[in-house]
């Protein structure tokens, strides 16, 4: 088994990588673990939307994976998830690429350039694409965006506008790479602070950092666990 895990910092896999077994190193960007059975590249893009598709794009061309599994922080949108909970992101849609009018923000689908069937999306959404019976945490729809909320005018146009539980600035990207080169995609966040008026003394990323690597490596045991 092969996998690709894709994170936007090296912060969000640090508490990972201590529990692998490290065979190489090609850049500060890309370097290569294994885990009991598993096969582990890890690639950290940048932050970003432009940073992800490039970097995963050129990853995606030079190997074959098995699975590839976008992994990191989310703001969440919504209270009914807790700071520190680990989240199976289902969807993701880009949530600042369209047009601005006067009184409203309108999509690409919406101004009508784009189908909302148009590949890779389904009905204006970016779907994780695979089976995911080893996956067993909440599942949540995600938006992103290349800038990080923070103004409550914009907090509240987004939550108008988007029927999402997480915003992350790389998720959409991550899915519309892996479906445009046909490989199985997932994207697995921990909740880092609520998407809120910009106030970081209410965030707790290191119990956020916890939970993402502990969730992680139960899902690597499931899928050393060979299926009878």
Known sequence: MKILLV???????KLLVDELEKVDEQSHLFKQYRWSDIDIDILVTGIGTTFTTFHLTNALKEKEYDRVINIGLAGSLTHELEIGDAVNVVSDE??????????????????????INEFPFE?????????ENWINIPK??????????????????IKTKFSAHIETTEGAAFFYVCRWMGVECFQ??????????????????PL???NLKNTVLLLLQKISIPVN
Do not use: H
């Open 208 to 210: 956020a950092l916890e």
């Open 140 to 157: 949540v729809r995600g938006i992103t965006s290349n800038r990080s909320m923070g103004r409550e005018t914009s907090i509240a146009e």
């Open 94 to 115: 880009f949530a600042d690429l369209g047009i601005e009018k006067q009184n409203e923000f309108l999509t690409l689908f919406e101004s009508g350039f784009i189908d």
């Open 123 to 131: 009905n204006g959404v970016l779907k994780a694409c695979g089976s």
């Open 7 to 13: 994170a936007s910092a090296w912060m969000e896999v």
């Open 188 to 205: 697995i966040r921990s909740v880092s602070n609520y998407v809120e008026p910009r106030d970081s003394a209410k965030w707790n990323i």
